[in-house]
């Protein structure tokens, strides 16, 4: 699950270098380091999960 959340979210920031994504928070390009800042947020919370489960 965690390899999934950060291929997808690599994925994400290389396409907001290429075209920006136009979301109220990702409306530049050099705002893709917001979308690095989500990935660690969803990772470190999937991470949590799993050991809580």
Known sequence: MTKLI???LLLAMIVH???PLG???LKRRSDFW???ILAFVLWAAALLLRDFT
């Open 6 to 8: 950060g291929l997808l």
């Open 17 to 19: 270098l290429i075209k």
């Open 23 to 25: 979301l109220p928070f």
């Open 34 to 36: 917001k979308i690095a």
